[in-house]
């Protein structure tokens, strides 16, 4: 029996081969498209007003089930010496956090939490209803008012606990806080446990210092019991501080009760006064979300140096388009500012699209015309 001998024709190998190259090279770059960072093309208006309805077209924006963010406070709708509206209140003896026009970041008010005397409570806070996500954005202003330095201040927290200020925190937790007016981040993780205290801390770096406002973000996710698959990120005025994307926030070491989920976030609520004298707590432009996804302005045309920025409210939200109400927070009149858009994954548009900001919308009817004769 003869062997046959296959024969391929040469134009026609190469015609193969090309073909089946260009179909692995289309195969192994498909995934880049499909998560490909967001891209903005243009918003409409350009020229852009505060409280202001504007339309964002662009592609890679990803998903967000409720464009609405869970919590948005501005703190315009009380009158000063008021306490907080729309906030679980809670003090130790002092008074409960109120509307103050002393100092605010952008327009007339902020918040306001006063640790004076024996008051080490003074806390706005609000439920989150068993998250697996959390994101947090708001303006702070630590005013060390008189006395000695404070041994520990708590300026916002997302924990596991039903009860927020529960000693016996339960996992998932994170939270920013000052030792002795030195800045740190925590969460609470299995590497630090205290079977006594079940109060671990892990410490990260910040840039946060006093006598300022301040931009503060923090992101957590969290992970599945003894897995390294959470996240912490934070941010301060724009610039990362700690990105741990394998972070063991849930752990089967702690003792019940336990928690998988965020059920609490709160605003400043502790200084300690055992080593601390009197502070002032001031926030404003309270943004609370369960995701990451968000558009912000920012002083910066690059993502990477975007310094001061603004989150903005979304309305409507698809992977091409989405809606915000303009909040020009603290931007002047006659700025060029730059969006951008972060998806659910933390990815976002690399350069800002550029927008001018003209300043509060005018809604108001003109006056009727006078002096006017007939001719």
Not at 39 to 55: G, K, Q, W, Y
Not at 173 to 202: C, F, K, Q
Not at 279 to 307: F, H, K, P
Request: glycine share 8%; aromatic share 12%; with cysteine.
């Amino acid at each position: 029996m003869k062997m046959q001998t296959l024969k391929f024709h040469p134009v026609k190998l190469n015609q193969y081969l090309i073909g089946a190259s260009l179909f692995l090279i289309s195969f192994f770059m498909l995934p880049s498209f499909v998560s490909a960072a967001p891209e903005i093309l243009a918003p409409t208006p350009t020229t852009i007003s505060n409280a202001e309805s504007v339309a964002i077209s662009g592609s890679g924006f990803g998903a967000k089930s409720v464009a609405l963010p869970i919590k948005w406070d501005n703190f315009e709708s009380g009158a000063d010496g008021d306490d907080l509206a729309g906030w679980s209140l809670s003090s130790s003896g002092g008074p409960n956090p109120k509307y103050s026009t002393s100092r605010k970041h952008a327009g007339s008010s902020a918040g306001m939490a006063q640790f004076f005397g024996s008051n080490y409570n003074c806390s706005a806070y609000m439920g989150l209803n068993d998250l697996s996500e959390v994101y947090f954005s708001y303006w702070v202003f630590i005013e060390h008012v008189s006395g000695d330095v404070s041994r520990n201040i708590k300026t916002a927290r997302a924990v596991g606990s039903v009860e927020y200020k529960d000693p016996n925190v339960t996992m998932p937790g994170m939270g920013v806080t000052h030792l002795n007016e030195n800045p740190a981040l925590y969460y609470w993780s299995p590497n630090d446990l205290n079977t006594t205290s079940r109060y671990p801390i892990d410490h990260g770096i910040s840039v946060l210092t006093l006598g300022g406002w301040h931009h503060i973000e923090m992101y957590g996710k969290a992970s599945d019991v003894d897995i390294a698959n959470g996240a912490i990120k934070f941010w301060d005025n724009g610039v990362e501080a700690w990105n741990k994307t394998d972070a063991i926030t849930v752990t089967s070491q702690q003792a019940p009760p336990q928690s998988h989920t965020y059920k609490n976030f709160v605003l400043p609520f502790y200084v300690a006064h055992d080593q601390g004298g009197d502070y002032n707590i001031y926030y404003d432009d309270v943004y609370v979300d369960n995701t990451q996804a968000r558009i912000m302005l920012c002083a910066g045309n690059a993502w990477s140096n975007r310094a001061h920025c603004e989150i903005q409210n979304p309305t409507a939200w698809s992977d091409t388009s989405s809606a915000v109400t303009i909040n020009q927070g603290a931007f002047l009149d006659g700025t060029t500012a730059y969006l951008y858009v972060v998806d659910e994954n933390g990815d976002v548009n690399s350069s800002g699209y550029s927008v001018t900001l003209s300043g509060v919308l005018d809604v108001t009817a003109p006056s009727a015309p006078t002096g006017l004769g007939v001719i």
